[in-house]
Structure formats: structure tokens, C-alpha cells
């Protein structure tokens, strides 16, 4: 970049531009993976009312937790550091070793998550729409992991372009499936009088399905780290822009999406699908004569956990590498190595086994996930000299952290 291009950027820095799109569909692409094809039928457990209540707190939820995680990353001396730095700068080495661990589990289950969800979906698709007989799972789930992660090998920078172009078509057959379920929509989940009493419960227990199916936090890191090297002084109001794009477009797509599917199914049907351990639209796929659903039902959930793959693969990694570094002399690149067939073969080994994927996304991945997105920002935000300029209002610091714990606390009372 030009010092006059530099310097015409950061002269007009609410100016909202065609990259700044692109980055927020990246971060779109990150967070519509499996919780997105999950959260119906976890969403649509409490009922309509809860769900809708579900609905308005998901956009401030979203925005508040990730604009202040860019802002903790934009925070570093350096800057180049990635999350793992910053916090190693902040909070000193023990600290940085404790959260740098529960960055990485936070992350690394969403993997496993999608290891599993991968290979249920194509599974369904190969056995239900095209008729075939079942491939043995450890050849299928072995197969569809190595594609996946084939992308990473040529290049993060081909990596996010190919996320990017993924993005495109994942939003367009989004909202045409939403769009064409409304013939369908029925009262069944409004049939029964909403329970007042018992709805701050049902909404307590899906927060971990919301934290986790609009997380796209595994690219915050470096998302941040290319807004501060291009605007410097002005990254902050750049992430502050494009991570309040992504957040708009994941509630007008996703939850449009969410309340399309949850309005068209009747309570049992979704009950149904929990227990087949497979996504909403693969269950859409299986119960639909329609050709149209039967064929783009699989090629969303496909493209979404593709995409979302991406990402927190290489959050996983990034963390993975960051705990290696600390504890051994391993170098760089070996650690990378090590961290990416440690992952590939875990994954696999889950995706044979084929846990619930429901509750592995509630009790392993939100937890760490609201922890870190959060909490840690709020805390560093009154505890670290460096983040007392990138401090939110008082509102969104509160409201951030009641949904940070009650995050959590559901996901604890879910485990015992």
C-alpha cells in the first residue's frame, strides 16, 4: 500500500469499503458452521417466545463480545501480535500458559464438532438422496477431513479467499431455503400458551448454542492484526465497523433461517432430529420430497462447515503451537506440523466415534468459547493499563458479562 493510499484510508476511516465487506463476510463464513445447523432445534426447544427473546439478544450479544476481543488483541506493544502475545504481554507468562489453554480448548472441540458433523451430513446424503449403501465410516469421515484440511496446506491466503467465495452462495441458498419453507410454516410451536415462569430458564440453557453458533472469534486474532498494520490509529473504529457487519448479517440470515426452519417443523420433529445426531437441514433433506431440499439441504450444511472449518482450524492450530512454544525449545515450524496431523488424527478418531454433537457444542465448546470471548475482555478492560483507551460503554460492558456467565454457568449445570 502507498503512503498516499495510507494515508487516505486512515483521513476517512468510517468509510466503509469493499474489502471491509469482504472481511465481514470472512467472519460471517467463520461463524456459519454446525451451530448454525444446530440452533433450531436447540433454539426451538423453549418454544416461539423463547426463541424470539433468543432472537433480540443475539445481535448485541454477538457485536459487544467480538468488537472488544479485536480491541484486546489491538491492544499489544506489537503490532503484529496475534491473541496469544497479547496475552503473554498482559498478563505475564502464567497467565498467558492458562488462557492460551482455554483459548485452545475453547477452539479445538469446535473442530472435533465439525469432524463429526461433516461426515453425518454426507453420510445422510450419500444413503438417503442418492441411495447408496453406507461407506464405512472411517474411510468417509478419514476422507472428508483430508480435503478439508488439504486447504490449509496451500496457504492461509488461499484459505480465506476460498472461505470468502464459499460465503457467497452459503447466504443466497440460506435465504432461498428460508424463503421457500414459508409455505410450510405452521402454528404447532405456538400452539401451547408460553410458559412466563420458566422461560428465563429456556433461554439460560440455549445461551451456549447462541454463543457458539454466532462465534466466529478463531479469526479475530488475525483479522485484527491486519486492520491495525493497514489503519493503524483507526483499526478500532475499523473492527468496531466490520465486526457490527458480521453481526447484522448472521441475525438477518441466520435467524431469519433459524425461525423459517423452527416455524415449518412441529416440536416432535425436531426432537427427532437430535436424535439421528444430524443437522436441520439434513433432516429437511430426509423428510422432503422436494428435489430442491433434498439436493441444497446437504450442499448448505457442506459449504457451512466447510467454511467454518477453516477458521477455527487455524485457531486450533494457533493455539495448539502457542502452548507447544511455551513449554518445549520446538520450533516454530515443527510445532505447526506437529499441531496439524495432532489435530487431523483427533478429528478423525472423534468423527468415527460419532458422540452428540448437541452436547459436545454445549457442555465442551461454549464454555471456553464465552470465557474467552467474553469474559477476559471485560477483565482486561479493568485490570490492563493498555486497554483503558479501548474500554466500551459502561451498558455494553455489563450486558457482555451477564451473558458471558450465564454462558458459562449453563454449560457447568449442563455437564453435572
Known amino acids: 500500500m502507498t503512503t498516499s493510499t495510507t494515508a487516505t484510508t486512515a483521513a476517512n476511516p468510517s468509510k466503509f469499503t469493499y474489502k471491509d465487506f469482504t472481511w465481514c463476510l470472512s467472519l460471517f463464513g467463520t461463524a456459519v458452521g454446525a451451530g448454525v445447523l444446530f440452533l ?56 498467558a500458559n492458562l488462557i492460551t489453554f482455554a483459548y485452545f480448548f475453547a477452539i479445538y472441540p469446535i473442530v472435533l464438532i465439525y469432524g463429526v458433523g461433516i461426515t453425518n451430513t454426507v453420510d445422510s446424503f450419500l444413503v438417503n438422496q442418492v441411495g447408496m449403501e ?11 477431513i483430508a480435503m478439508m484440511t488439504a486447504g490449509i496446506l496451500f496457504g492461509k491466503e488461499l484459505m480465506l479467499k476460498v472461505t470468502s ?18 409455505p410450510d410454516w405452521n402454528t404447532s410451536m405456538m400452539a401451547e400458551s408460553p410458559d412466563w415462569g420458566a422461560m428465563p430458564v429456556m433461554i439460560w440453557l440455549a445461551l451456549p448454542m447462541i454463543v457458539f453458533s454466532f462465534n466466529h ?66 433432516y429437511l433433506a430426509n423428510i422432503h420430497e422436494s428435489p430442491l431440499i433434498s439436493t441444497l439441504g446437504p450442499i448448505v450444511a457442506f459449504a457451512a462447515i466447510t467454511s467454518s472449518y477453516f477458521g477455527h ?9 502457542g502452548l507447544v ?55 482486561a478492560m479493568h485490570k490492563v493499563p493498555a486497554m483503558a483507551k479501548y474500554k466500551t460503554s459502561k451498558a455494553a460492558q455489563a450486558f457482555t458479562l451477564i451473558c458471558g456467565l450465564a454462558a458459562v454457568t449453563s454449560a457447568i449445570n449442563g455437564i453435572f
Open 40 to 95: 433450531p432445534i436447540r433454539a426451538g426447544a423453549g418454544g416461539f417466545w423463547t426463541l424470539a427473546i433468543l432472537a433480540l439478544i443475539a445481535f448485541p450479544m454477538t457485536w459487544f463480545a467480538h468488537k472488544s476481543l479485536a480491541r484486546f488483541v489491538l491492544s499489544a506493544k506489537n503490532p503484529n501480535a496475534d491473541i496469544s502475545e497479547t496475552v503473554e504481554e498482559h498478563f505475564g507468562k502464567t497467565g
Open 134 to 144: 453406507p461407506i464405512p465410516r472411517w474411510l468417509l469421515s478419514g476422507s472428508l
Open 165 to 182: 467465495a464459499l460465503v457467497y452462495p452459503l447466504v443466497f441458498i440460506l435465504l432461498a431455503l428460508s424463503l421457500y419453507l414459508i
Open 217 to 282: 472469534s478463531p479469526i479475530i486474532s488475525q483479522f485484527a492484526r491486519e486492520q491495525r498494520r493497514e489503519h493503524g490509529e483507526n483499526a478500532v473504529k475499523k473492527t468496531d465497523a466490520i465486526t457490527g457487519g458480521a453481526a447484522m448479517m448472521l441475525m438477518g440470515f441466520v435467524m431469519f433461517f433459524v425461525f423459517s426452519v423452527v416455524l415449518s417443523l412441529s416440536p416432535e420433529q425436531l426432537g427427532e432430529a437430535q436424535a439421528q445426531n444430524i443437522s436441520v437441514l439434513s
Open 313 to 321: 482450524f487455524l485457531g486450533a492450530q494457533e493455539g495448539l503451537v
Open 325 to 379: 512454544k511455551s513449554r518445549t525449545q520446538t520450533t516454530e515450524a515443527k510445532a505447526e506440523k506437529g499441531a496439524l496431523i495432532f489435530i487431523v488424527l483427533t478429528t478423525w478418531a472423534v468423527a468415527i466415534i460419532n458422540p452428540d454433537i448437541l452436547g459436545m457444542i454445549e457442555d465442551l465448546g461454549a464454555p471456553m468459547i464465552a470465557a474467552i470471548l467474553f469474559l477476559m475482555p471485560i477483565f
